[in-house]
């Protein structure tokens, strides 16, 4: 008998365009085998994640596009990730 490990393919959630704020709460979806973690790809400063935890903040942001990662990791299945873009916009006033 031979059991397999199903897991849930990583999604980051989508897209976030916010307008002067130096943090985002993201909503990724949980990993259902295994475990999931955001990681920063691109970026105009260091973000800090409040943890790894598909609906984490993200914070320390400033204005400019950054790209998070939400990776599963863990399972029997080679691991899954996905990007999500944050685009922060400066104040319109």
């Known amino acids: 008998l031979v059991t397999i490990a199903v897991s849930t393919p990583a999604s980051a959630g989508t897209d976030i365009s916010a ?3 130096t943090s985002v709460a993201l909503n ?4 259902t085998t295994g475990t999931g973690a955001w990681s920063q790809i691109s970026g105009p400063s260091t973000a800090s994640f409040s943890g790894n935890v598909p609906n984490a903040t993200a914070s320390n ?3 400019g596009t ?7 990791t863990g399972s029997a299945c080679t691991p899954s990730t996905s990007d999500i873009t944050v685009r922060i916009s ?4």
Not at 66 to 72: A, D, H, L, N, Q
């Open 19 to 21: 307008c002067a704020v």
């Open 28 to 31: 990724a979806v949980p990993a």
């Open 66 to 72: 950054y790209v998070f990662r939400w990776t599963i």
């Open 90 to 93: 400066e104040n319109a006033n």
């Open 61 to 63: 942001l400033q204005t």
